[in-house]
């Protein structure tokens, strides 16, 4: 193939990826005791998936609800990690303790998969939601942790003032 070629052929794939979803361009998922570390750093909120390898729920989300809601405006307001529920053997420093992922989506709360857990820049537990969630559910409370509006007004009442 000669240089012409692969020149519009790299600046086509490139545009191509450009208006992709996420799903088609990797999210910045980061081990969890990173995301602690960039969460405060950055004063973002913490998402944190909590799945297992075998939850065919969990894989939905992953593929079809995440792409739609946190692309790249999601991404700039969140530090996305991710837990194996199952996981007994690979452990996290939390809160002074030393976890497993188990252990730690358990201290989180999050006793079944799919779920999703909210922390605050500093580590400390928001909101945890259990089971699959479709993008169009998700999305308010996205922008309601997302906003930093957690702070200072209820759900319902962040829910009322939006049109």
Known sequence: MNSY???????????MLAGAPASAQELDWRPFEAA??????????????VYAPWCGWCHKMQRDTYPE???????????????NR??????HRY??????????AQALGAEGVPALVFL??????????????EADALRPVLEYIGSGAYRTQ???AFREDRP
Do not use: I, K, W, Y
């Open 154 to 156: 209820s759900f319902e």
């Open 36 to 49: 602690l570390a960039a969460a405060d750093a950055t004063d973002r909120p913490v998402l944190v998936d």
């Open 86 to 91: 199952d996981d007994n053997r690979t452990t």
């Open 95 to 104: 809160r002074e303790q030393r976890l497993t992922s188990m252990r730690l």
């Open 69 to 83: 809601v946190l692309g790249a405006a999601a991404g700039r307001r969140f530090v996305l990690t991710r837990l």
């Open 5 to 15: 070629r692969r020149a519009a052929l790299t600046l086509l794939l490139a545009a």
């Open 120 to 133: 605050a820049p500093t580590g400390e537990p928001l909101l945890q939601l259990s089971g699959f969630l």
